[in-house]
């Protein structure tokens, strides 16, 4: 059993939009909703850089980030916290791509 639990993974997969929090290399924060945020295993969450200039370029410098996802409908959320890996090219890429 991973990090994961049932739960967590249902409102991540239900809801989908979840907002990330990052920070800007003068240390000034940074949130963005991401729409595409999505259950890859059962340690660790995903989201495409569709248009996400400003958290890619700041996870670019420094990968601690958090994603708040919330079940609006029963009022619960979760909180994820961790550090970024990219996935920019190779066989991992062109399977999910």
Request: glycine content about 8%.
């Amino acid at each position: 059993m991973g990090i994961l639990t049932d739960d967590m993974k249902r409102v991540v997969r239900q809801q989908r939009m979840g907002f990330i929090a990052t920070v800007h290399p003068d240390g000034s924060p940074n949130l963005s909703p991401k729409g595409t945020i999505s259950v890859w295993d059962d340690d660790h969450l995903v989201f495409a850089d569709i248009a996400s200039p400003t958290t890619i370029s700041n996870l670019s410098v420094n990968p601690a980030f958090e994603v708040n996802v919330l079940d609006t409908f029963i009022r619960k959320g979760y909180r994820f916290k961790g550090t970024t890996s990219f996935i920019t090219s190779g066989e991992l890429f062109d399977l999910i791509k």
